[in-house]
């Protein structure tokens, strides 16, 4: 069965700083994979897809991912946090079925 | 294209009442998800419809839920005999379908319900 994991419920980062958001994956079948957004009250909005084309996956908001298969991981990163970038961040994995399969969340704050 | 649109964005209500919810879909995509989200964590998958046949229910959706999509657009979801344990946030989804490659689901604002 796929599943997804995130590594950390809360991150804390500096503005300016270095953004690592960890996902660990496991998918019987070749993963699609996902990372969402979710700002307070609103629903999930997508920042990028991995669907077995390049490795590297650029998002919006300057937020990128990289699939590695030998880790199974799928980190988001950003270079320079921004005060809007607080937020939760879900990664996803996609079934056979086409369901989504959601991690925990990791809540991102960014410090002044 | 508005996006996916939910109504109500907040329902309070108390125990034992029903409730019923509201799903309009990106024009034109075939499939329409339902899931819940109770706090701190990921949104769980409760079933979805491809036009309007429902294809999938999760285990997690009792008796007391059920849902609707008519004509293959709107859907409705519906919860009777609400309870405390039914407070969550409930988020719709449409996708296109078809290839999977293109089949991204695309999310709404959500209806959070609150059980008193």
């Known amino acids: 069965a796929q599943s997804v994991t995130q590594l950390g419920s809360h991150v804390s980062v500096s503005e300016g700083a270095l953004v690592l958001l960890r996902c660990n994956y496991s998918?019987?079948?070749?993963?699609?994979l996902f990372w969402y957004v979710q700002y307070p009250n609103q629903g999930l909005q997508l920042l990028l897809k991995?669907?077995?084309?390049?490795?590297l996956v650029k998002g919006i908001n300057g937020f990128e991912a990289e699939f590695k298969k030998s880790e199974t991981s799928f980190h988001l990163t950003k270079p320079s946090a921004h005060m809007s970038d607080a937020a939760e961040y879900f990664c996803?994995?996609?079934?056979?079925?086409?369901?989504?399969?959601f991690g925990k969340g990791t809540r991102l704050h960014i410090l002044p | 294209d508005t996006g996916v649109s939910q109504d109500p964005r907040h329902k309070i209500t108390k125990r034992g009442q029903n409730v019923t919810f509201r799903c309009d879909p990106i024009?034109?995509?075939?499939?329409l998800y339902w899931y819940r989200q109770t706090l701190g964590q990921g949104p769980e998958f409760l079933t979805y419809?491809?036009?309007?046949?429902?294809?999938?229910k999760s285990r997690l959706l009792s008796d007391r839920f059920s849902a609707e999509r008519p004509k293959g657009s709107f859907s409705t979801l519906e919860i009777q005999r609400t309870e405390q344990g039914d407070s969550a946030m409930y988020l719709c989804?449409?996708?296109?379908?078809?290839?999977?490659?293109?089949?991204?689901?695309?999310f709404g604002a959500g209806t959070r319900l609150s059980v008193l």
């Open positions: 991995y669907t077995s084309a390049a490795t």
């Open positions: 419809f491809q036009n309007e046949a429902q294809l999938e």
């Open positions: 996803a994995v996609m079934n056979r079925d086409d369901k989504i399969i």
């Open positions: 989804a449409s996708s296109p379908g078809g290839v999977r490659t293109k089949n991204i689901q695309y």
């Open positions: 998918s019987s079948v070749p993963p699609y």
């Open positions: 024009s034109e995509h075939n499939r």
